[in-house]
């Protein structure tokens, strides 16, 4: 069965102290790994695309990176506006499935 | 629009009534997905459109969802003898592009009393 699992599901992580998010598949003919950023009340907001292992995107204090069976999403010194839920999501065809979260809270 | 657009933002019903929840893309975009987010949980796959033809609808719950598309635009996703365990924010995304990228609307909150 095609899975996507993510750890931890929750992280509390002082201002500027740097952690990794990981996203874990299961997807036979993978299409793309995605990182999506969700505030509360809100839709996903897409942050990368990645495609092939040892393939690396980065966006301010954010870098994304994949293996061949798992994704790192790379926080460095993080400030409060970076607490929200990440996503990842893998796409098998037309289809793109979708992990259940880590949320993240940046304590100021 | 600018971006996708979901309607009603929010909407209260009783058990056992229809609803529908209305999805108007980005200008140009061929790919249209609806996903389910139930509290503390991810998104759940519904339906996936291109253009106005659903080559993937298994993610549909039950026999009660349904989804059209018309025009190439504008989606409708009704659910029929609405259930308790409906209760969900319901998003719509769409994609202009083959790489995947979604861009989400804000979602439908429905809330089945």
């Known amino acids: 069965e095609d899975q996507v699992t993510q750890s931890p599901e929750a992280l509390r992580l002082q201002e500027g102290e740097s952690s990794s998010l990981n996203c874990s598949y299961t997807?036979?003919?993978?299409?793309?790994l995605f990182w999506y950023r969700q505030d509360p009340g809100k839709g996903p907001e897409f942050l990368f695309t990645?495609?092939?292992a040892g393939e690396e995107k980065e966006k301010e204090r954010l870098k994304a990176t994949l293996t061949k069976k798992e994704s790192f999403l790379h926080i460095t010194a993080p400030k409060p506006e970076d607490s929200a839920t990440y996503l990842c999501a893998v796409r098998k065809g037309d289809k793109i499935i979708f992990g259940k979260g880590t949320r993240l809270h940046i304590l100021p | 629009g600018a971006g996708v657009s979901q309607s009603p933002s929010n909407k209260v019903t009783e058990k056992g009534k229809d609803v529908e929840l209305r999805c108007d893309p980005i200008?140009?975009?061929?790919?249209l997905y609806w996903y389910r987010q139930s509290l503390g949980q991810g998104l759940e796959f519904l339906i996936y459109f291109q253009g106005n033809s659903a080559p993937d609808k298994s993610g549909l719950p039950s026999d009660r969802f349904s989804a059209e598309r018309t025009g190439g635009s504008v989606s409708t996703l009704t659910i029929q003898r609405t259930q308790q365990e409906d209760s969900a924010v319901y998003l719509c995304?769409?994609?202009?592009?083959?790489?995947?990228?979604?861009?989400f609307g804000e979602g439908s909150r429905l809330t089945v009393l």
């Open positions: 995304a769409s994609s202009g592009s083959n790489t995947g990228e979604l861009f």
């Open positions: 200008s140009g975009h061929t790919a």
């Open positions: 990645l495609y092939s």
């Open positions: 997807v036979s003919g993978l299409r793309g």
